[in-house]
């Protein structure tokens, strides 16, 4: 059963339309994340959610909106995709805002922008 | 400001022999968290160990274990007997206890093992 679930895996779309990344987590975590991964691999926080409110909100485009339901959900939703949106984007999620909590990572979804 | 370096972007090594990939990382902060992560062809992430700051035992976890040195903000990983399975991105990782869950990476380090 997998612990951090992201849909879908593979993302490929047309510049200017609108894309959704769905992120579900079944550990019983209080915080989730995106993360970001661009080609050079760097790992970049873009959201953070405790408790399905926003706690961390990264120079991010505003064509970027997050949206938890609740605290096992936190779904990205990309409008008028560009080139540079292309990356690998990561889920995540810790038990709670401590610094002691591990993050543990969906698989990731590799948006491809034509 | 928070950072995290990583100085070799690419690193290879002999099946059973031992590596050491090297971290530095800057903070004001005197409590964190210091992790390594691993990121496989498959692109999954997964956590091979983490260190608390406050501790001065360096954490081990099977043939993965570290080198904390606080002092000079160095925490480098060590892989003894390297599989061929060890074969992956290495992202070195911190978070402070005061910015609650802002985790900063490194850029990563490129891991083959050679057969």
């Known amino acids: 059963d997998t612990a951090v679930s992201q849909t879908p895996k593979y993302l490929v779309t047309q510049m200017g339309n609108d894309k959704s990344i769905k992120c579900e987590q079944n550990?019983?975590?209080?915080?989730m994340y995106w993360y970001k991964q661009d080609s050079k691999k760097f790992l970049k926080i873009m959201f953070s959610y405790n408790n399905k409110e926003l706690i961390i909100n990264e120079t991010v485009p505003n064509r970027f909106s997050p949206k938890s339901p609740d605290k096992a959900h936190l779904n990205l939703h990309i409008n008028s995709l560009e080139l540079g949106d292309s990356a690998v984007y990561f889920c995540?999620?810790?038990?709670?805002?401590?610094?002691?909590?591990?993050?543990?990572f969906g698989a990731g979804s590799r948006l491809t922008v034509l | 400001a928070q950072t995290v370096t990583q100085s070799q972007p690419e690193m290879s090594v002999q099946e059973a022999e031992t590596v050491t990939l090297s971290c530095t990382y800057d903070?004001?902060?005197?409590?964190?968290?210091l992790f390594w992560y691993k990121q496989p062809p498959s692109r999954q992430m997964i956590l091979v160990i983490r260190q608390e700051a406050y501790k001065q035992q360096n954490a081990t976890e099977n043939r993965f274990s570290v080198n904390f040195q606080k002092a000079a903000k160095s925490f480098s990983l060590k892989i003894s007997d390297s599989q061929l399975g060890d074969t992956a991105m290495y992202f070195c990782a911190f978070i402070t206890i005061f910015t609650g869950n802002q985790f900063y990476f490194g850029t990563g380090t490129s891991l083959t093992v050679i057969p």
């Open positions: 995540a999620s810790s038990q709670g805002i401590s610094g002691a909590n591990v993050l543990t």
């Open positions: 550990l019983g975590h209080d915080t």
């Open positions: 903070t004001s902060e005197n409590n964190y968290y």
